[in-house]
């Protein structure tokens, strides 16, 4: 198969779909690679170290479309990439359908067979291709917070650790899977006043057992959230639906009960974000205030720190990326149930059940494409 890498144009994106060393292996295996000049410049990796790979250096983006069979990527495709997509092309890479109809619908036309890394799973219902960036977002979270919370940035000037004889921040993370959870190590470590919330006594227990008392637990009702989100200096949204757009967690309403200053960040901006007076940012621009609150919507949080995102994320993506080109996408997807999952659109076809819900289009389950 001929796979392909674009260079990522999203606003200050620097991550890459395929290191050196993952073309290394899909030529091991007997596949040709392609990958578009500079596009590993982002992460240290120059043309020469591709091309001593054994991948082949093309000149534009317009190549790999045209010619690769498949095409793997970091970010979702942006209009001007989505255009060049053909009937019968792979896609593999970021997707992020739910609240994003534009590109749904220019997938859909294309006809496109789409696989979404956020969506693939693997045992216990977990998201093993989500898990890598999810780490490094959440982490990156409480860094983004801490600035934001600087008087320069338009925050309330709190240092999140404090220092002795002044308090330090109050951290509250809404969520406690595994962006939450690494929000709170960062905010513990740094010393932070630290509470997590979650809907799930078992995610509730192994926070408390895992922190031991380094940070509170506590059941996210709507009165205990509206509670927390008042007091707190900077709050983390760290919520996930599978596939499906976040939900509204923290009202325009309450940021009137909240401390002028106080940061919001919203690590689920990708999926729609889960609070409601969010709106997508960049690097370039990754705060605005509304009400006195400062938001931080970055949408592409682990492009900041794309040498460690994208060896993370080829780690869990490559694998597949071997199946796909070995087997074919069907009888891959045929052969591993958890890949399967990962199919989002296919020849016009809406494939994943919460994408179809949130768009309102009609959904064609991964068995009858199969079949």
């Known amino acids: 198969m001929r796979v392909g890498t674009v260079k990522e144009i999203k606003n200050h994106e620097y991550r890459v779909g395929l290191t050196p060393e993952s073309a290394r292996e899909l030529v091991a295996n007997g596949h040709e690679v392609w990958v578009e000049q500079s ?18 250096i093309k000149p534009s983006a ?11 990527k970091v970010k979702e495709p942006q209009a001007v ?27 859909v036309k ?17 998201l093993p291709l989500l898990k890598p960036m999810s780490q490094v977002a959440g982490r990156m979270s409480i860094q983004a917070g801490a600035t934001a919370l600087e008087k320069a940035n338009g925050g309330r000037g709190v ?22 959870f690494n929000a709170a190590q960062m905010a513990v470590g740094l010393g932070a006043n630290v509470t997590i919330l979650d ?32 007091q707190a200096d900077l709050v983390i949204g760290a919520v996930l639906v599978p596939g499906a757009a976040a939900p509204k967690l923290v009202t325009r309403a309450m940021l009137s009960t909240m401390q002028p200053g106080a940061v919001l960040a919203d690590v689920a901006i990708d ?29 592409n949080m682990p492009g900041a720190v794309a040498r460690t995102s994208t060896y993370a994320l080829n780690n869990v993506t490559l694998p597949h990326a071997l199946r796909i080109a070995n087997m074919g996408w069907r009888d891959a997807l045929a052969a591993n149930p958890h890949l399967a999952a990962g199919l989002n659109v296919h020849r016009g076809k809406v494939t994943y059940q919460a994408v179809a819900h949130d ?13």
Do not use: W
């Open 39 to 56: 596009a590993g410049l982002g992460i240290g990796a120059a043309d020469a170290d591709y091309e001593a790979s054994g991948a082949t």
């Open 62 to 72: 317009k190549d790999i479309f045209a010619e690769c069979e498949m095409v793997v």
């Open 81 to 107: 990439e989505r255009a060049q997509l053909r009937e019968g092309q792979i896609l593999y890479t970021y997707l992020h359908l739910a609240p994003d109809p534009e590109q749904t619908a220019d997938l």
């Open 110 to 126: 294309s006809g496109v067979t789409a696989i979404a890394y956020e969506t693939v799973t693997g045992e216990g219902n977990s």
């Open 159 to 180: 240092l999140l650790g404090g220092v002795p004889g002044v308090l330090p921040a109050k951290v509250v993370v809404i969520g406690g899977g595994v962006v939450g």
């Open 199 to 230: 809907r799930d006594p078992a995610v509730l227990e192994r926070l408390d057992s895992h922190f031991e008392g380094r940070a509170r637990t506590l059941y996210a009702g709507q009165a205990a959230l509206a509670t927390e989100v008042a």
């Open 271 to 299: 999926q729609g974000g889960c609070f409601e007076t969010s709106k997508p940012t960049t690097h370039a621009d990754p705060t605005y205030i509304i009400d006195g609150i400062v938001h931080y919507c970055v949408a």
């Open 359 to 371: 768009l309102g289009y009609s959904y064609v389950p991964v068995s009858d494409i199969l079949s």
